[in-house]
């Protein structure tokens, strides 16, 4: 069974590949892949993926959360999810 990081990673990569890359059939992004870095979190791109994770995935991202380090690549932005999953106690 896979765990929820792999899941997460999973369905962020097919997001991200199915809509914000230029050509899908590249070869694709890995876990750290510099999203940033490689422009392909433009501001636009951005606010599609917060909307797939709020509405897709149910986690809402609060802009105090939305810095270049949580968002650098996949594993930074399944990082932060798990840790908005978890209560704080």
Excluded: C, K
């Amino acid at each position: 069974m896979a765990s929820d990081r792999d899941e997460l990673i999973a369905q962020l990569t097919e997001f991200v590949q199915d809509r914000l890359l230029a050509e899908p059939d590249s070869q694709g992004i890995a876990p750290d892949t510099p999203l940033l870095e490689w422009g392909i979190l433009t501001s636009i791109n951005t606010a599609q993926l917060l909307t797939f994770i709020r509405d897709e995935l149910g986690t809402n991202i609060p802009p105090t959360e939305l810095t270049g380090t949580n968002f650098q690549n996949l594993d930074s932005i399944t990082d932060l999810l798990l840790s908005l999953r978890t209560p704080a106690h």
